[in-house]
């Protein structure tokens, strides 16, 4: 089982990124995946997450900005990120939830992912 990360980078205030998390080793289609960011001093919080029926959550500070997608077909699952903030900036990982679908009270307890992706730095200068 692998998850790799990208498209992180330097961008300014306001401008945009997108990342994917192309996933190996396993059928994208029985599981639900989230991405997650951790800023330096910070706990790690959830961003977004998609199941695999494409039914997809959001923390409250990136709706409206951020959309999650995924390509089951070609393994991959995309973190669309516009209006980029300062506050942004973190390194973003992507995981493999155990079950297909994650329930909206629990879809950014990262209990409930099971491997991850050695995450993508994402930094937005103000």
């Known amino acids: 089982v692998q998850l790799q990360a990208s498209g992180g980078g330097l961008v300014q205030a306001g401008g945009s990124l997108r990342l994917s998390c192309k996933a190996s080793g396993f059928t994208l289609d029985y599981h639900a995946i989230g991405w997650f960011r951790q800023a330096p001093g910070k706990e790690r919080e959830g961003v977004s997450c998609?199941?695999?029926?494409?039914?997809?959550y959001y923390r409250d500070s990136v709706k409206g900005r951020f959309t999650i997608s995924r390509d089951n077909a070609k393994n991959t699952v995309w973190l669309t990120m516009n209006s980029l903030k300062p506050e942004d900036t973190a390194v973003y990982y992507c995981a493999r939830a155990y079950a297909d679908y994650v329930e909206a009270r629990y879809w950014d307890l990262t209990g409930n992912f099971g491997s991850w992706g050695q995450g993508t730095q994402v930094t937005v200068s103000s």
């Open positions: 998609i199941n695999s029926d494409g039914s997809t």
